[in-house]
């Protein structure tokens, strides 16, 4: 399950794009009252949140981890490519953990539950900080050759994992030089790295991680699951349908996660447009009859 250890540079590095980002997003507040956030800096966040969390939604989670739809070369990196551009890691370690968490979901060998400590309040303190960010601390590394061995043998999505780090410095820096150019001010570039690149990361990252610690401890749980997953609604359009957590534990591939009348997931519809485009087949739409066997 498990294979070798974080090198000490590694460990570093998720360290500071943990917490540096999280430094920025806790000096925002202050910042944004009365200077320093312009209408640029609004729109180039918004535009490279939505990007980089469609790149982990579409992406890294329903496509490359669960096979929810089948995507064309070009689709496929850069799907790969924007997900990278979320901070959270290579594509190959992001899906090998995941595909863990799911086998093992809630129980001994999920890299990230927050039931893994007891049930008193302060075991499930401990269960939230080590789902929501402590477990990225941890020094093992999940067995890639196990749980991804598909993406291993992919020489293209081998090439973008490779090129992990120069995707990080283009997700910093391109906010910063975008904001430079339409502004034609280095002032308009430090503050749109500060909100577009900064903030913004900081920002995807607590909703991402969210889904791993919140979205298995509160919610709705309509439908049968081995797990502790739950549907939390207040996340799901900052998590772009991923909140829809019960549902998706409930049945993994399915390319929709808000499966249910009125659950928002703007994932789903962007894979509804990728398929009207003819660049994503073989989609994996909800089955009325396979959800209601599932329901509670
Ligand atoms: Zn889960
Ligand atoms: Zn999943």
Not at 274 to 282: M, V, Y
Request: charged share 15%; net charge positive; aromatic share 12%.
């Amino acid at each position: 399950m498990l294979a070798g250890e974080k090198s000490p540079l590694q460990m570093l590095l998720v360290k500071l794009f943990a917490v540096v980002p999280l430094l920025a997003l806790a000096a925002a507040v202050p910042f944004a009252w009365g200077w320093g956030l312009g209408w640029v800096d609004v729109g180039l966040a918004v535009f490279f949140y939505t990007l980089t969390c469609l790149g982990v939604t579409v992406g890294f989670h329903r496509y490359f981890t669960h096979g929810a739809f089948k995507a064309r070369r070009g689709l496929r990196i850069t799907l790969a490519a924007i997900g990278s551009m979320a901070m959270q890691g290579p594509v190959i370690g992001w899906v090998a953990d995941h595909r863990r968490h799911h086998a093992y979901a809630d129980k001994e060998g999920d890299p990230h539950s927050p039931w893994l400590y007891g049930t008193s309040a302060a075991a499930l303190a401990k269960g939230f900080w080590h789902a929501h960010m402590g477990w990225m601390f941890d020094r093992e590394q999940t067995n890639a050759k196990r749980f991804a061995p598909d993406l291993l043998a992919d020489a293209d999505i081998r090439r973008v994992d490779r090129l992990f780090a120069w995707l990080t410095v283009l997700t910093l820096v391109a906010p910063a030089v975008l904001g430079g150019l339409i502004t034609m001010s280095l002032w308009g570039a430090l503050t749109a790295f500060f909100w577009a690149s900064l903030v913004r990361v900081a920002v995807l990252h607590h909703v991402t991680w969210s889904v791993n610690s919140i979205c298995h401890m509160i919610g709705e749980r309509p439908f049968e699951a081995r797990d502790k997953s739950a549907n939390f609604w207040p996340l799901a359009i900052a998590s772009m349908g991923e909140s829809w957590h019960n549902s998706h534990h409930a049945d993994p591939t399915c390319a929709r996660h808000g499966v249910q009348k009125g659950q928002i997931d703007v994932s789903a519809r962007v894979i509804w447009a990728l398929e009207k485009f003819g660049w994503a087949s073989n989609v994996r739409w909800p089955n009325a009859e396979r959800l209601s066997r599932k329901l509670k």
